[in-house]
């Protein structure tokens, strides 16, 4: 199933060794959190609505070094930028340790890429640590996000401060991203003796301006876990990193060898955005690569038939391999389990399992 490709040298170095050269502060970080948890466990959170989400974060994050999430496919998605879905789940990474990728597959042209990360309802941006993207339409996809997560960072540490006031507002000034915004809003209108609306009679105009801000604006205080924070690492940092899929796990997919090729190049050209890959294998060639690798299709025999037991497909195209094979033989770094842990009877117990024989892996891996 993986190529078989020169041994690169980071299969053999450790999480806390190549931390120390990534060239992205998140892989860096989420490196050292590995090592510390003991984990390269990533749960796809594939549930059905926010609040199983919600509770299968707390119940298996303590086993997890990331949630990976479908946002759009959960019911009663709460888009409060405060208080919503996505600020509970910072909320919970923040208690449990673990980042959060947003598995959204972005494949677009850049300019709607750009829109699609960073706007709409739900600012998948502010609360996503991670994304990844389907570099179909071209590396300028890449570049594009890139682009939208530099301007984001740079604006991280302000936050938006409204205030409103009736009459008098002359002034529609738009200095662009940390200037001052005023947008008349609809005030109270005059009405003929039919009751037909007349003319404006006053004005209310909203300010919105960006001020600094030392507190991190993303980690907002909004219920009671947290005051909990995960001890041992500080708080990941404020830049967002991204993640190509370079290989798919399912049957007959497109992604041939040229194309996987094309998305490591993208990654070389994007090292300060780009942490690494979706995919089947490691892809680290070059010398200087140090990209992480994460690998979905993953699952295990049941427990006691781990030695002689195989796992099948789920008969709509997706293949499965064991831990063992993934991160042992084909040099991935986290295994992405989802209905190898959220259907079994006892989620938290079993992510414990699978979070156990990932990390045998790797050992085994660095050993050899
Ligand atoms: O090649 C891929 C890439 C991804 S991101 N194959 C995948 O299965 N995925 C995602 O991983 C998929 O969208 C799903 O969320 C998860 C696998 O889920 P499982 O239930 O099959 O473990």
Redesign the pocket.
């Known amino acids: 199933m993986c190529a078989d490709r020169p041994k690169h040298p980071t299969l053999k170095a450790t999480f806390a060794e190549r931390a120390k050269s990534a060239s992205h502060p998140l892989t860096n970080y989420l490196m050292r959190l590995m090592e510390l948890k003991q984990s390269n466990l990533c749960l ?1 959170a ?1 549930v059905t609505s926010a609040r199983e989400l919600l509770h299968m974060a707390d119940k298996v994050g303590p086993s997890i070094v990331i949630l ?1 999430t ?1 946002y759009d496919i959960l019911a009663g998605w709460d888009y409060n930028p405060q208080t919503g879905t996505g600020a509970k789940l910072q909320s919970l990474a923040r208690k449990h340790g673990f980042l959060i990728f947003e ?1 959204r ?1 972005f494949g677009d042209i850049g300019h709607t890429v750009q829109m699609q990360y960073t706007a709409g309802s739900a600012r998948v941006i502010d609360w996503a640590h991670i994304v ?1 993207v389907n570099m179909v339409p071209g590396k300028a996809a890449v570049q594009a996000l890139a682009e939208a997560a530099a301007k984001w960072r740079s604006r991280v540490n302000y936050e938006v401060k409204t205030s409103v006031s009736e009459n008098g507002a002359e002034e529609n000034e738009d200095n662009g991203h940390l200037g001052t915004r005023e947008m008349p809003a609809p005030g109270p209108y005059q009405r003929d003796n039919d009751g037909r609306k007349g003319s404006i009679v006053s004005i209310t105009t909203v300010t919105q301006s960006f001020e600094p801000v030392d507190s991190p604006r993303f980690g907002s205080r909004i219920d009671e876990g947290d005051e909990l924070v995960y001890a041992g690492i500080e708080e990941p940092p404020y830049e967002r990193g991204l993640l190509i ?1 370079a ?4 049957t007959g997919n497109f992604m041939n060898e040229e194309y996987t090729q094309a998305c490591v190049e993208a990654a070389r050209e994007h090292k300060d955005f780009v942490m690494g890959f ?1 995919s089947q294998e490691s892809l680290n060639s070059a010398p200087t690569d140090s990209f992480i690798h994460m690998t ?4 295990l025999p049941p427990d006691g038939e781990e030695e002689n037991g195989t796992v099948e497909g ?1 008969g709509l195209g ?1 293949n499965y391999n064991t831990p063992a094979k993934l991160v042992g033989l084909c040099g991935t770094d986290v295994i ?5 842990i959220i259907k079994a009877g006892d989620p938290q117990a079993e992510a414990a399992r699978y979070r156990d024989r990932a990390w045998a892996a790797y050992q085994k891996r660095i050993s050899q």
Do not use: E, F, Y
Request: proline share 4%; glycine share 12%.
């Open positions: 796809s594939d990976k479908h598995d597959k990844n899929l290989q798919m796990s399912s979706v979905p299709g993953c699952q789920d997706q992405i389990v989802g209905r190898g």
